[in-house]
């Protein structure tokens, strides 16, 4: 099976831009999870999407956002970007997002705020 | 620029010695575990996963142990090898309903010296 891919690898913008991220999960996965990883901060969990809803968020303000298509394909929106959004951010997909379920991540999307 | 970095606690071993990262976590109510290795510009790997119903669980080359009475997991590693540099992450699924999202621990920079 394909792990999870994220497109694209890296990104560069500037602050007050805004930013799309794209997540496709392991065949089979409908449960996709969006983290956000910084030297500061180590790894957040951001949101989890099953079934193309929202099911439970992080502690992340308004302008972080997200979706999910039929195919559990996932996206993540950061409106308004600020310095300290610049990030690596990963998806990771399990198979229901059960509490005791693993979660395979993929490679991330390095983004970077001018 | 960056913000300050999380100060990553190090750990240096030869080549062929056995490696032990340590853990604590954070919610007496969790009751799953796992533990992931990131290597340089690679989203987390999936290592070794246990439940809080055991205190002991075993893979290849690898050994998870938990005490719940501390709240503390440790990965060993047998016979440590320079591919298994890389920073280790604990991360436990907390709850919430039926399902989970992960919350890492800071993370342990393993150095493999040949």
């Known amino acids: 099976k394909a792990g999870v891919t994220q497109t694209p690898r890296y990104l560069i913008k500037t602050r007050g831009q805004q930013v799309t991220l794209s997540c496709s999960p392991i065949s089979g996965h409908r449960s996709v999870s969006w983290y956000q990883q910084t030297p500061g901060q180590g790894l957040q969990f951001l949101f989890e999407y099953f079934s193309e809803t929202q099911r439970n968020k992080g502690n992340f303000p308004g302008r972080f956002s997200g979706r999910q298509f039929s195919n559990s394909r996932s996206e993540m929106n950061v409106s308004t970007l600020e310095l300290g959004d610049s990030a690596l951010y990963l998806c990771?997909?399990?198979?229901?997002?059960?509490?005791?379920?693993?979660?395979?991540f993929g490679p991330g999307t390095r983004l970077l705020v001018l | 620029g960056e913000s300050v970095g999380l100060h990553l606690p190090t750990l240096s071993v030869q080549e062929g010695d056995n490696s032990i990262i340590n853990c604590a976590y954070s919610n007496s109510a969790s009751d799953y575990f796992i533990w992931y290795k990131q290597e340089s510009g690679k989203g987390p790997q999936f290592i070794i996963d246990?439940?809080?119903?055991?205190d002991k669980r075993q893979g290849q080359r690898v050994t998870v142990l938990l005490n719940k009475t501390v709240k503390h997991l440790s990965l060993q590693i047998a016979a440590t090898q320079p591919g298994d540099s890389a920073v280790y992450f604990c991360a436990e699924n907390i709850r919430r309903g039926s399902q989970g999202n992960l919350i890492f621990g800071k993370g342990t920079k393993l150095s493999v010296k040949p």
């Open positions: 990771a997909s399990s198979l229901s997002g059960r509490a005791d379920e693993t979660q395979y």
């Open positions: 246990i439940r809080s119903n055991m």
